[in-house]
């Protein structure tokens, strides 16, 4: 196969709280690391998408909100959670369910998320999994700005210039207004892997599905 010319487009479009975004950022992740041999690579940012935008501020027991959303009983919740964990392991994040696992609402995780790609784009994806770990793997509020700060320096950015951020509101209508272009492109659920402007990969695939699919890609570009 002939090598990719420049790197391949991909707009990662997902939610903190979503684990199969976990799931699947670990995957892709995994599938680029493997084909680096073949010449593909790639530039990710990281799009917002809020799976709960009317999310209070104190969340929501994670069990209950599930059997709300989606009626799922306490058996089949239990056996999603031990789904997801199984593949979050294969994936490399550790995702840790508890009874007493939250819900949160993560506009300003994505307020910080759009700052980081247009100050810092090269630590967007470290505070993307400083996010991911802070919520699946330590179980914290992702909507407290110490949590969120916190993850920021994780990922090698200025703390203090994100509590700036988070306390002046900056990004408020550029995060909304992405938010609706990715819905008007026909997004409703996530995550959703939009490479070079047109093809679209769904949902938390394992490493070889987006593998194959990008090798595909590649040699098209």
């Known amino acids: 196969m002939t090598a990719s010319a420049k790197p391949l487009k991909i707009d990662f479009v997902s939610d903190v709280m979503c684990p199969w975004c976990a799931v699947g950022l670990g995957g892709l992740e995994q599938a680029l690391e493997r084909l680096k041999g073949e010449g593909v690579a790639a530039n990710i940012a990281f799009q917002p998408f809020e799976l709960n935008p009317d999310m209070a501020a104190e969340g929501e027991n994670m069990g209950e909100h599930l059997a709300r959303k ?45 700052w980081a790609g247009e100050t810092a784009p090269d630590k967007q994806a470290a505070l993307k999994h400083a996010l991911f770990g802070a919520h699946f793997t330590d179980g914290r509020n992702v909507s407290d700005a110490g949590v969120l700060t916190e993850a920021a320096e994780a990922a090698g950015l200025d703390r203090a210039e994100a509590a700036e951020v988070l306390a002046s509101g900056r990004y408020v209508q550029e995060v909304r207004a992405a938010q609706a272009l990715w819905r008007a492109r026909g997004i409703t659920s996530v995550p959703a892997v939009v490479v070079e402007d047109q093809y679209l990969i769904s949902g938390g695939q394992p490493a070889a599905v987006f593998e194959d699919a990008l090798r595909q890609i590649a040699a098209k570009a």
Do not use: M
């Open 70 to 114: 989606y009626g799922s009983t306490p058996e089949q919740s239990a056996a999603n959670r031990a789904a997801i964990a199984a593949r979050g392991a294969e994936a490399g994040i550790a995702i840790n369910f508890r009874d007493d696992s939250r819900i949160w609402n993560t506009f300003d995780a994505h307020r910080l998320l759009h």
